[in-house]
């Protein structure tokens, strides 16, 4: 899915968007947990409610109609151009590197310039059992160079069937959601809603709500 990424990154030396165009929605500030950028804020989204601010990074949750674990999302700036953040997002490779408690990760297939499908794996505490998923991954550009979003969801593949011990996810959705603030500065929001299968402790699925997306995007920082 790096095909997209170089076209990108190709394309950084031609006519920029005027500021009004471009800008990204407002990020919360540190110290207040509420509202995340106005496309996702709980005032123009009702039923979002706070669960953390740590480090610059809101997180909010909301019911899911899927599932019985809230959708988490995740709202933090990264210090680094969008296309930057945009390589490590799409290199399956690296997402053992810096997403929360990815034990295994990896590439199944390349379907085109910008969709793949991508396999993870999730560690999880003794005695509860790891948590798998394929997912269909596609890149979407909102705004050129200057807004890209990251869609993900679960599915099948015959290349990578259910493991024994391991619980298959089969149903996840969510999006990596890349805002150039300017040549430098990335605005990125992390939302999951996701079935994780089986039965988890309360304590451990609490955990997930607020630390997946409060320690993913604070290592994604780090691999800028």
Same mark, same amino acid.
């Given at each position: ?41 709980? /005032? ?56 929360? /408690? ?11 310039? /910008? ?110």
């Amino acid at each position: 899915m790096l095909g997209l990424v170089v076209v990108l990154a190709g394309c950084r030396a031609g006519p920029s968007i005027a500021p009004d165009e471009a800008a990204p929605p407002p990020l919360a500030d540190a110290s207040d947990p509420g509202p995340t950028p106005a496309a996702a804020s709980p /005032s123009t989204e009702p039923g979002w409610s706070p669960v953390a601010t740590e480090d610059g990074i809101v997180v909010t949750s909301r019911p899911s109609e899927r599932s019985p674990l809230p959708i988490f999302r995740g709202v933090g700036r990264v210090d680094a151009p969008l296309v930057e953040v945009l390589a490590v997002v799409t290199d399956a490779e690296r997402h053992r590197e810096w997403v929360f /408690s990815c034990s295994e990760s990896g590439l199944v297939e390349q379907t085109s310039e /910008s969709t793949g499908v991508v396999y993870n794996r999730t560690d999880t505490p003794w005695p509860v059992p790891d948590r798998d998923v394929v997912l269909d991954s596609r890149i979407e550009l909102v705004d050129g160079e200057r807004e890209v979003v990251v869609r993900f969801s679960a599915m099948d593949h015959p290349a990578r069937p259910p493991l024994d011990g391991v619980v298959r996810m089969t149903y996840l959705e969510g999006h990596y959601h890349l805002w150039a603030e300017d040549d430098a500065h990335t605005r990125v929001e992390y939302q999951v809603d996701s079935d994780p299968g089986g039965s988890l402790p309360t304590w451990l699925a609490t955990r997930g709500t607020r630390d997946m997306p409060v320690e993913t995007l604070r290592a994604l920082r780090a691999q800028v």
